[in-house]
């Protein structure tokens, strides 16, 4: 058999691993609404960015501030106040060291 064969041959299972990992990543770079998320924002600023979109922070870490909302369109007012990636955030805290506490509310 031939190189070009064999690689013509995997091509379409490539394309399918390809196809079924964008899908399994995709629910975690683009959360729902109501999803609660882990913000990524410059310089630390992470809490005042979930301040500035109206969230509710409620832990975090040394890269990233957890918050939730309840409010319609958090996550696009998560980056038009200066996210740089919005993750969804499946509740692992336990297993992460924080060094915010507990924060019951961003905004106030």
Known sequence: MKRSTTLRSALPATVLLAFGM???????FLPA???RVAVIAP???ALQVVA????SAFG????AVYAVSTEPGFVDRLYA????????FDGAAGCLQSN?????NARG
């Not at 500035?52 to 969230?55: D, H, P, Q």
């Not at 106040?81 to 969804?88: D, K, T």
């Not at 915010?100 to 019951?104: A, F």
């Open 60 to 63: 975090g870490s040394a890269t």
């Open 52 to 55: 500035a979109a109206g969230g």
């Open 43 to 45: 310089g630390g600023a």
């Open 100 to 104: 915010l506490g507990i924060i019951t």
């Open 33 to 35: 609404d109501t999803d």
């Open 81 to 88: 106040s200066g996210a740089w990636l919005v993750l969804r």
């Open 22 to 28: 964008a899908a399994l990543a995709a629910p975690q």
